[in-house]
């Protein structure tokens, strides 16, 4: 990617040679009219010679015979064409022309300077606002996974981003309440985690919300900003922040199998600047609702949230669906949505005050692993995301039951590994169909190489006897190479690999598609050649088992929607989730009865 901040001297000469305005001192301006060595072309005409009937220069007399013989004297002297004398009139104008134009080119020189320098400033001041902190703590390995590429040497792009409840600074006490007898604490918890995960080939992307009340295990983590360290546990998903984001990363690595290449963390404060610095964002909810835990009040409709009322909405839990975790993640998709719909419209990206506001909030409200710890490497990834249509971009809800030993806590169900499965292969959930992505597909559409001129190695890295023959039988009888051999590893294989020389790409994406091979097994080697290792994976048949989940089973009860739905309203909860005065009721019955309460936007 190309880093925007250019010098100054890049900015100005590109300026200069596309506007036609004086380049600075020193800068290579436009080409002047005479080369050197060049004589100007006669410009003088007809309309040009009606002043030569004026004096002649001193000491000669004028010629007679009217203005033809004036002209004509005056080229016997000149030569021909315009005057050239240095001391006389027309030298004047253009010595103060180039005065002006050497004059505009300083101004012109001092403005880019200004600029530049301005920019600069700009640009350390956002690097300035930016936390950064490591993705892993050290404590268990390869605790965030690791990316595959694809056949291209593509790779997906997952980041966790995390909502935290802190109340670390008196501005997040203000804004979460709790703080009137604690003061500002020190721990934390992720009350909001979604996986964001780009594809390899950037043509859609999945947001996957994962319940805060969900129990899973907690690894052995150590907060290495605080010291404050864990054996591993049983409990709340949200609870291994307290441990660090790095925690936060390995826990959810663990629960769903999904590398995670990247964590975003915002607080309380960063809800509120963010907001503000895209002036609002249009929701809709269902009906009149009034959430007294998170103070959220608005009447049926569609509402422009900023600041405060921003957060409330996201926060509120007790508003929407059952009152439970999962009818928050449901409202925080609407808005999530309208916000992705606002920066893709004209004009929010266009507005150099609308940029520098959010560029200025975002950088102050976010916490970031290092991989993420700049401008540029920020702009590389808001780049990347840009590609993606809203209409291409799936929210979820991992799948979730009731956990059998406490009736406020969740499970993952099992159709979330359906779920799970679908991010790990790269699969689009846009349509829901069962449909691969464009980046599982090029395997396929991308191989030329006829069978016949391909001959594969074919190793037995299973363990059972006569694995490779099959495999080597099924390729000779679709019509590959009768060079292709057989053989065993040195060691039992758990994944089978099809290893291609730098020149043989084309020719393994025609064995991946004969034997149903993703293009995740594709491996690029050091020798040429191809050479098949059949893994434990792949311990019977002639095709490998398609590891593919199927989309539709994925996206059920997943509560599934893309970016561009516009018309989806918050359902506002039926269930008597809040109170008044000490009275169980339903959010619109507490809206109805709070008269003297203001709503959140007005």
């Given amino acids: 990617m190309t880093d925007p901040w250019d010098g100054s001297a890049g900015q100005a000469t590109r300026r200069h040679q596309a506007t036609g305005h004086p380049a600075p001192p020193g800068m290579p301006g436009p080409r002047t009219r005479e080369a050197p060595g060049r004589k100007a072309p006669d410009r003088e005409g007809p309309d040009r010679d009606r002043d030569t009937d004026g004096p002649g220069r001193p000491g000669e007399e004028r010629p007679t015979g009217g203005r033809a013989a004036a002209r004509a004297a005056s080229r016997s002297r000149s030569g021909g064409g315009r005057a050239r004398n240095r001391s006389g009139r027309r030298a004047r104008p253009v010595r103060r022309r180039r005065r002006v134009l050497r004059a505009i080119g300083i101004s012109v020189s001092l403005l880019v300077l200004i600029t530049a320098g301005g920019g600069w400033w700009f640009y350390q001041h956002l690097n300035g606002n930016i936390n950064s902190l490591s993705l892993t703590d050290g404590t268990n390995g390869d605790s965030a996974g690791k990316e595959k590429a694809d056949a291209f040497g593509r790779t997906p792009i997952n980041i966790l981003v995390m909502g935290s409840d802190g109340r670390t600074s008196s501005t997040d006490c203000k804004l979460g309440g709790g703080c009137s007898e604690t003061g500002v604490q020190s721990g934390q918890n992720a009350d ?149 719909r606002k920066f893709k419209s004209a004009g929010t990206l266009t507005n150099p005050t609308a940029v520098y506001k959010l560029a200025d909030a975002a950088t102050k409200a976010l916490t970031v692993d290092d991989g993420l710890g700049s401008i540029k490497k920020l702009v590389g990834l808001a780049s990347d995301l840009d590609k993606v249509p809203a209409k291409r971009m799936t929210f979820t809800t991992m799948q979730t039951g009731a956990d059998p030993n406490d009736s406020n806590r969740l499970v993952v169900a099992a159709s979330a590994q359906s779920l799970f499965s679908t991010i790990v292969n790269d699969q689009s959930l846009t349509t829901g169909s069962g449909k691969k992505s464009k980046a599982a597909t ?126 989806s309203c918050a359902p506002v909860s039926t269930y008597k989730t809040v109170s008044v005065n000490g009275v169980a009721m339903t959010p619109t019955q507490a809206y109805a009865v709070s008269t003297g309460k203001k709503d959140s936007d007005s």
């Fill in 192 to 340: 909001v985690e979604m996986v964001l995960h780009v594809s390899a080939d950037r043509s859609n992307a999945t947001v996957m919300s994962i319940p805060r009340d969900t129990v899973t295990t907690v690894p052995a983590c150590k907060n290495t900003q605080t010291g404050k360290s864990t054996t591993g546990y049983t409990g709340m998903i949200n609870s291994a922040l307290a441990y660090g984001p790095a925690c936060q990363v390995a826990t959810v690595h663990k629960l769903t199998g999904i590398p995670i290449d990247h964590f975003i963390q915002v607080d309380f404060s960063g809800v509120v600047k963010m907001s503000d610095a895209v002036g609002g964002v249009s929701v809709c909810v269902s009906d009149n609702v009034y959430d007294t835990y998170s103070h959220l009040k608005l009447s049926k409709g569609t509402h422009t949230l900023k600041g405060v009322a921003a957060l409330e909405f996201v926060r509120s839990r007790h508003g929407f669906g059952d009152g439970s975790d999962l009818g928050r993640t449901y409202a925080q998709h609407i808005f999530l949505s309208a916000m992705i």
């Fill in 442 to 567: 090029a395997t396929a559409t991308a191989s030329a190489v006829p069978p016949a001129e391909i001959a594969v190695t074919v190793e037995n890295g299973t363990g059972i006897t006569g694995r490779a023959a099959t495999i080597a039988d099924t390729l000779l009888d679709k019509g590959y190479s009768p060079d292709t051999t057989t053989g065993n590893t040195p060691t039992t294989a758990s994944t089978t690999t099809l290893t291609y020389g730098s020149d043989d790409k084309s020719a393994a994406q025609t064995v991946a598609k004969t034997l149903g091979l993703s293009s995740s097994h594709l491996k690029k080697g050091t020798d040429s050649g191809l050479t098949l290792v059949i893994g434990t994976d792949w311990s019977s048949g002639t095709t490998y088992p398609d590891s593919k989940a199927d989309t539709t089973e994925a996206v059920q009860n997943a509560h599934a929607q893309t970016a561009d739905d516009s018309k």
